[in-house]
């Protein structure tokens, strides 16, 4: 799984062939991550201006 956080960072994550089923647990967790990254890159870029 590739997962593009913004144009400088991407996740990604290795699984095992029967994870599968797992993928909509995966999925959200993913979307919490980039979340709370994109926040923090957020947050970094209003302090330097």
Request: proline share 2%; with cysteine.
């Given at each position: 799984?590739?997962r593009?956080?913004?144009?400088?960072?991407?996740?990604?994550?290795?699984?095992?062939?029967?994870?599968?089923?797992?993928?909509?647990?995966?999925?959200?967790?993913v979307?919490?991550?980039?979340?709370?990254?994109?926040?923090?890159?957020?947050?970094?870029?209003?302090?330097?201006?």
């Open positions: 799984m590739l593009e956080v913004n144009k400088y960072l991407a996740l990604v994550a290795i699984m095992c062939e029967g994870s599968y089923e797992k993928m909509p647990s995966v999925t959200m967790n979307e919490s991550t980039v979340k709370g990254l994109t926040e923090v890159f957020n947050i970094t870029r209003q302090r330097r201006e």
